[in-house]
T-cell receptor, first 120, second 111 residues
C-alpha cells in the first residue's frame, strides 16, 4: 500500500493569489497524479507528474495555471495560480501501485486526503 | 457521452436490504475495472477489483460484462456503515495508461 500526505488540508484564498499544495508519498513512485474533484462531481485528472521530466497535462489544463514540480520520487507540488472562485475544489494527489500478490496481479490507486480550496 | 456513466442516485435503503449499482463504459480499450468507495469529505479508497468471471468479497459482488460494456456492484445485507459514494473506475490502455472515474452513486442506508 501507499500512504500519502498532503499539505495544506484546506485553505481559503483571495482571488488573484496562488496556492501551492504539497504531496508526500511513503514509497518511491515513478508517476504521481493530480486530480480535482468539485462538489458532487467525479474526479478529473489535471496532470501526471513524472520525476525527471515535464508534467503531462490533460485537456483543459495548462502549465501556466497549474505548474507542477516533481523534484524526487516521493514528492510533488501542484500550484493553483491566479485563482478565481471557479478554482474552488478539492485537489487530490494520487499514485498507482502495480504488482503481484499471491499469484494475482493487482492494480490499486491510492489517494491523499485532499486539499479543500475555497477561493473568495 | 461520458466515458464512464453511473446513476448518481441517491439510493435510500433500509438496513438489511440488497442494493445494486450499475455502470457503463464507452471505451472498448478499457482493460481493468474497479469499484472505489468514497466517504463524505474523504478520499476514494479501493473497494474491489472487478474480474471477468465476477468476484465476491463478503457481502459485495462485482460483475463485468465486456460485450455490453457494463459493470455492476451488488451489496447484500446493507449496513449503516455502507453509506457512501461508490465510484466506478476504468483503466484504459491506448498509447498510455489512463484512469477514468465515474461520477459516483450515493448510497444512504437507514436504520
Amino acid at each position: 500500500s501507499a500512504v500519502i500526505s498532503q499539505k495544506p488540508s484546506r485553505d481559503i484564498c483571495q482571488r488573484g493569489t496562488s496556492l501551492t499544495i504539497q504531496c508526500q508519498v511513503d514509497s518511491q513512485v515513478t508517476m504521481m497524479f493530480w486530480y480535482r474533484q468539485q462538489p458532487g462531481q467525479s474526479l478529473t485528472l489535471i496532470a501526471t507528474a513524472n520525476q525527471g521530466s515535464e508534467a503531462t497535462y490533460e485537456s483543459g489544463f495548462v502549465i501556466d495555471k497549474f505548474p507542477i514540480s516533481r523534484p524526487n520520487l516521493t514528492f510533488s507540488t501542484l500550484t493553483v495560480s491566479n485563482m478565481s472562485p471557479e478554482d474552488s475544489s478539492i485537489y487530490l494527489c494520487s499514485v498507482n501501485l502495480l504488482g503481484l500478490a499471491g499469484g494475482l496481479s493487482y492494480n490499486e490507486q491510492f489517494f491523499g486526503p485532499g486539499t479543500r480550496l475555497t477561493v473568495l | 457521452r461520458k466515458e464512464v456513466e453511473q446513476d448518481p442516485g441517491p439510493f435510500n435503503v433500509p438496513e438489511g436490504a440488497t442494493v445494486a449499482f450499475n455502470c457503463t463504459y464507452s471505451n472498448s480499450a478499457s482493460q481493468s475495472f474497479f469499484w472505489y468507495r468514497q466517504d463524505c469529505r474523504k478520499e476514494p479508497k479501493l473497494l474491489m477489483s472487478v474480474y471477468s468471471s465476477g468476484n465476491e468479497d463478503g457481502r459485495f459482488t462485482a460483475q463485468l460484462n465486456r460485450a455490453s460494456q457494463y459493470i455492476s456492484l451488488l451489496i447484500r445485507d446493507s449496513k449503516l456503515s455502507d453509506s457512501a459514494t461508490y465510484l466506478c473506475v476504468v483503466n484504459i490502455l491506448t498509447g498510455g495508461f489512463k484512469t477514468i472515474f465515474g461520477a459516483g452513486t450515493r448510497l444512504f442506508v437507514k436504520a
